[in-house]
Structures are given as structure tokens and as C-alpha cells.
């Protein structure tokens, strides 16, 4: 529809900072600060604003914030996210008429920060800015200055009557400026702003000063567990992986697949802490089905990731000998299949990014990591808990290995081969699990040795589980092709290639398991 069509974001970088300035002091002069030259002032005007969020203020909580802007030249629906106090991605989406509704657009952009849940309407924010166009030598605009006689007014129950004012000044670069001359610029006007007794804003943001004192539970933060506990070690990395996990998925939703091995890797760990440590976190159904959730989502990435490295390698051989063989024609039929299971792999991805289990993933980290509730099991040291994990592991591993390097009896070859890959993937997943819960304590909480044949486990599986995948593919293409009346020649070169690869790695997987 015509209509639709016109409704387009777009998205650009700001870099800003903000500063205090008491009421009715004077604005600096600026000429000479960071190669400004001349400064052009002009007429003030309005802007009103109604900011949103969710129940629990979950977008405050992601440092992200959307409102409904009406005055200025940038009327609209905006949605920013900040990287850091001076650094903000912003899109932007046309005004709509409706001023209590948030456009189905933004809601979408929102999907992840907002949990899936609502939105509300929690400050409004009138302000009068005068703007000041900051140039250099030529004329050129360096950056703006906006000076702000800002209201705000609660929305909650909770609101007080009378509003909050208070007056700042924003100075934001133009487009395209690189982000180290935009530090120089900040750090030059800071003494500007210093000598005339301003100083960047203790809080940047208009929404966070307009909230202040809302009863926000997202962002009622626990203590953090005490030093030299476990609880402390697993708050700090659920963090860590947490802040990955966000920005990997964002990628992954936009079509982005650069980070798909990172996510993969970020996913499993995730599903390795809340498997290995499940005595360290509340019991509950919640943290249950997350960690069901983070189960799901390993698997599907792990599958992800897998399609990504065979795009890379499976159309040419170990050896350049044997790769001199294979023809043009064979290796790009094997792209094509190995890009098409890429992409159907992705795809299944993103449809668990947009499902309740990962929301309800999302939910728990979030208490993980910003409340944590350590329990007794988890106020031990490292090395106490260790002792459980490696006694829960160790058999765990063992048994799926076992099963995995066993000799399959089923009838027929392709019932042989695809249980084969089963029980190897089994394995290879529950391998990798035991090593990066493991790593999360570190070899000093851990036999060193149990550590270390654990992760030569784990190594030798992965490449036994992308040998039988890349048979498995590899047999599935020399038939089209040989039904084609295409050769076959160079399936059976890369075939012998990874033949070779997987009973490498059953030997050695065979040697593992008896030390583990």
C-alpha cells in the first residue's frame, strides 16, 4: 500500500554531550574552542515529547528509549539507544496522528528490549530549545548547541504534582564526524563550559532525570554476591554473556550473519551455565523453562554455525594434492546446498528469536544479572562447587561419548550413518557444555586434568561432527548428480577427505573418553 510505503525509518549516529547550566547563567563563548570560529544563534522553539515503556521500565533498564515527538525539524518517533554517555543510535519513524498508539513499526524495532510486552506512556517532557549553529574557518557547521528550558511530568500513580524543570545545553556533532575529532570537540568545550561554572550533565539523558524517583523494578538493582564466591563469579559472566547475547541477536534479526559462530558459542555457554550450575539460581518454573530456552537456542545456532563452516570448507579438500581434483561444476552444487542449509538454519534461528522461550530466556538473565539471588550452593568457593559439577559431568559425558564411538547395528547404511551423526552430535553438544561451564571456574577449581581432557574431547568431536554433517551432504549431491548424468568424481575426493577426518577423529575421541 502507498500509504505504508512512506512509513520509513532511518538511522543515524549521535554524538552529543550534555551539560548543566544554572538557571540564568550566561552560555559560554565558544569561539576558538576546537576549531570553531563563529557561532550563528537562532529563534527558540517548542518541542513536546511523551516518552515510553513497559510496566517494569525493561527499555530504561536496555538504555533505550522511545517517545513521540511533536515542534522541531525532526518531528516523529524516535528510538534511541545509547552505547555510551556521549554516543546514541537513533531511528527515527514518521509522526503518526494518533498520539496514543506506538506505530506497529516501532514496536517491532522494539521487540527484544521491551520483552515482548507493552507500552505505556511514563514522562511527558516540553522544551524550549534555542539552537546555536557552531562553524569553522569555511563556514561549515561543525556542531550544534541546543539550549534547553526543560519540564517534565511524571505519568505513573505514583506522580508528583508539580513538575521537575531544569535547564542543560546538548552539543551535538554533525553527520559523519569522526568520533575522535568529536572527543577533541567535547574535551575543548569542557573548560569553555568549566570557567563559566557548567559541567557535563551528572545524568545525560532528559528521561532518566524526568523518571527519577518512579518505582521502576527493572531498575532495583541486589547487591552484588561477596568476592571470592561463585555466585560473584557466574553474576559477572551471565553479564558478560547477557550483553553479547543482545547484540548478537540484533544482528542476527537484521540479516546480519557475521556473528552467527560468536552467537553460537555466546548460546551454548549460556545453556552450559544454567545446566551445570541449576543449584545456583532460584528454584522455579521460570528459571526451568529458561533453561529449556537456553537448551533450544544452542541447538538451533549450533546447527546455524555448523551450515556457516561448511559454506567455508567443505568445497575444497585438506590437501591442495586432492584439491586440484575436485571440478568447478562440484563445487559450486555443494555451495549452493551448503548456502541453502545456512539459510534455512538462519532462518530457523531468528524464529526462535521471536518466540516466548527466548523473551522468557531474556527475563531470567536479566535477574541473573541485575538482582541475583545466590543461594547457599552458590555462596561456596569455586572449588567447592567444582567438586559437584565435575561428579555430575564427568559420567554425563562419559555415557553420551561412549554412545557416540560405539558400533551402530542398525540395518542399513544410511540408518547407520544418520545414527551415527546423531549420537556424535549428542555427544559433541554435551562436550562442549561440560568445557565452558568449566571454563566459567577456570582450571584452578578444576582438576587441571579433568579440565584439559575434557576439552580435548570437546575439540576432537567438533571435527567428527562436521565430517559426517559434510558427508552427509556430500553423498546427498553426488546422487542429484548422478542422476543428472553430471560425474561424480570430485564427491568421492572430498568424501575421502573427510572419511579420513572423522576416523581421525574417532581414534582420538576413542583415547579421550579413557581419560576422562
Known sequence: MPGRQERVSHTHLEIERTYDLPEGGALPDLVGAGGILRTEHQEPFELD?????????????????????TGGPDAGWHIKRSESDTVRHEQQFPLTDDADTVPDEVLAALFTERRGRGLRPVVRITTTRTVTRLLDEDGDQIAELADDQVTAQRLDDDAPETPRTWREVEVETVDGVDPQIAHELFAALDGRFAAVGAGPAAVASKLARGLAGAPAPRLQTEEKPAKGTTARILAKRVRKLRVALLGQEARLRSGDT????????????IAAILG?????????????????????????????????????????ASSPAQDDLVDAMTRERILASTRERRDQAVRDVVAFLHGEPFLELLDALDDAAERPLPTAWSLRSPKQVAQDVGADVKPRVRELVRAAVADDTSDTAAEREAADRS??????QETMRARMAMDVLGDDAFPHALWKRIGTAADVLTERVRSLHALDILRANAAIAERGGEGTFGYGVLAGDRVRLAEESYDEAVHALNRV
Open 49 to 69: 515529547a511523551t516518552y515510553w515503556d513497559t510496566e517494569r521500565y525493561d527499555l530504561v533498564a536496555a538504555r533505550v528509549t522511545v517517545r513521540r515527538r
Open 423 to 428: 549420537t556424535t552430535e549428542a555427544a559433541w
Open 276 to 316: 551445570a550450575y541449576r543449584p545456583a539460581f532460584p528454584d522455579g518454573e521460570a528459571v526451568d523453562r529458561a533453561a529449556e530456552a537456553a537448551d533450544g537456542l544452542a541447538g538451533v545456532t549450533a546447527r546455524a554455525a555448523l551450515a556457516e563452516y561448511l559454506i567455508d570448507r567443505l568445497p575444497r
Open 258 to 269: 557475521a556473528d552467527l559462530r560468536q552467537a553460537a558459542d555466546t548460546t551454548l555457554e
